[in-house]
């Protein structure tokens, strides 16, 4: 009997509309499931230097063993392929998701799936129970995302999970969501577009089927030791004193993570009535406030502030919006303070279009402008790097310096590099600044527990942060210099937080619950007298072990996870010429200052700090590519 995985992935052919299955064991030993598994399957199935429109880019579905389990965050998804908003040239990377889809995918008998070939037509993909079927879609192409899921509910029944594209995605805009209503999206890397350009509009998805547990009194026992760590109260939170409602965004998931917000009872700017109610998660909180957030000034750069709107001015209406036009809602933290700063310098208008960007009739038409590629919405859909490669001759310097500022790791927003937004200060930006040197997109964005919250400790009390985490630093990391504020000992830190990234992704947990490096405490005092603050880093292992059967230690999965980083880093080396020379174009924006303490990093400091990296991981110091014994040691045949 098989725990855990239900055993099979499913492999779609549109172009043929063939399906068969691949054992999903051939595979699991070495790279469990999630991002593993669909980095083992791009390995095979993408083909090099291949652009994320063609026919011979996969999509890549993946669940892992945990996925529908009562395993405490474990309702994730992985997306996987050749992300179409990477710049300036297309190459492979990933997205993660949370809501129930992943969960019914597995009680329909897969583990995942792997959509290769492009439909003539639209099309959607029903399975159900072992069968998949591949159906017209002609009467949902056009439809915005909840009118496309209330149409296939009222065709399929309430009880199916659907994963759908709106307009945005139909148009190929390159930072188009993957939308599962109704507030979970996979939507950074832009696989909406891929999905609109193999003319997917939804999956639709139902299971009456269940996952077999190995040991179920153990595997329950330790689901409410790990949520017991993870709950309410923990040092990630106390420190902060706002009141938060507790949002479930996904299958075995009630981790009040404090980032969800409430609205309602809201009267319609763009409309009539009011809206009884709509939570908001993250970013969205951003749209729904009219606090400025992030200026950043440095010399002649200027970021100016990013605003929302308050609920009764629109807000809700425009974060809904996004939504259902199928949109990354980042668009608001890159473009809004470009556009602004064009305003700023007395440039008032781009493609015919006067610019007003906090107006948010203006910015409701510009979502709308750019989800159906009108006017100057048509060129700011292909990403502001790009737009601003069209628009280069109209633009003064100061515009593509900021545009490049925005966006400076391969087309991907700034975000936790301690400069347009994010109180990141050193030790912390120079670790995110090694994790986005050496992988394919924003890496910080699922590194909560592990990073950002150490980062909001750091400046509440450094002193105090550091007299606790040294010894911690010293066990994990080879040195208490690696949690210091300096360049020394970064390498291992940077290294083990993008492991403990991948074994989330894996499994697929919560990087808002995991993993729990500090253990939790009722309040800012008790963690102020508290000698010893270790909590648990062996609870994934524990929670995968009781699971299938299979007895896992931590070690165990810190050496999959490097093997799937260095897979990773193989397929982007051999199939799209990643190479040392494209991991230092990061390097430049650190040399703006930090904006909470102002330190920064030269190039020449920042090609010792990557050799060092580079030697650490095993990889050619001149290259960054993997060594032959590197790969041979981590039983890596490629």
Known sequence: MQYGWVGSILLIDLSTDKTKTIDTMRYAEDYIGGRGLAARLAWEYIPKEVDAFDQENPLIVMTGPLTGTPAPTSGRIVFAGVSPRVYPKPWYTHSTMGGFIGSELKYAGFDGLIIVGRSEKPVYIHIKDGEASIIPAEDLWGLNVRATVDKLRHRHGRRIEVACIGPAGERLVRYAAISHPPENASGHSGFGAVMGYKKIKALVVQGTGGINIAEPEHFLATCKYAMKLSCTGSVDYFLRE???????????????????????????????????????????????????????????????????????????????????????????????????????????????????????????????????????????????????????????????????????????????????????????????????????????????????????????????????????????????????????????????????????????????????????????????????????????????????????????????????????????????????EIDEIVAAHFKLPCSTNGTSITIKEFEKLLTEYYQVRGWHKETGKPLPETLRRLKLNV
């Open 242 to 580: 706002e009141k938060c409602c507790n949002p479930v965004c996904g299958h075995s998931c009630s981790v009040n993570c404090r980032i969800g917000t409430l609205i309602s009872n809201v009267p319609r700017r763009f409309g009539d009535g009011e809206i009884e109610a709509y939570q908001v998660f993250c970013i969205g909180n951003i749209w729904v406030s009219s606090k400025p957030i992030a200026e950043y000034e440095c010399g002649e750069l200027r970021v100016p502030p990013i605003t929302g709107w308050k609920p009764e001015d629109g807000g809700v209406e425009l974060h809904m919006l996004c939504d259902d036009l199928g949109l990354d809602l980042w668009v608001l933290l890159t473009l809004q303070p470009w556009l602004v700063r064009c305003v700023e310098i007395g440039l008032n208008s781009l493609e015919g279009l006067n610019l007003d960007p906090r107006n948010p009739v203006w910015f409701h038409c510009l979502l709308e402008n750019i989800s159906y590629r009108r006017g100057l919405g048509d060129i700011l859909a292909e990403g502001l790097r790009r737009s601003v490669d069209r628009l280069r001759e109209k633009l003064p310097n100061e515009l593509i310096r900021l545009a490049e500022a925005l966006e400076f790791a391969y087309g991907f927003p700034a975000h936790r590099e301690g400069r347009i937004w994010d109180p990141e200060p050193l030790p912390f930006w120079i670790v995110s600044a090694l994790m986005y040197a050496t992988e394919s997109r924003d890496p910080t964005i699922c590194t909560h527990t592990s990073f950002l919250h150490l980062a909001e400790l750091y400046l509440d009390n450094k002193e105090v942060f550091l007299s606790k985490l040294k010894p911690i630093a010293t066990k994990l990391w080879g040195s208490e210099k690696s949690i210091e504020p300096s360049f020394e000992h970064k390498a291992q830190l940077a290294i083990w937080c993008q492991h403990r990234h991948i074994i989330l992704d894996c499994l697929p947990l919560c990087d808002f619950a995991f993993p729990r490096l500090i253990k939790p405490f009722r309040s800012r005092e008790e963690w102020l007298a508290a000698e010893d603050i270790y909590g648990d880093l062996d609870i994934e292992a524990k929670l995968l072990s009781a699971c299938t059967g299979i007895e896992y230690s931590t070690e165990d999965l810190e050496i999959m996870a490097e093997r799937i980083f260095n897979l990773e880093r193989m397929i982007l080396v051999e199939k799209f010429g990643r190479n040392r």
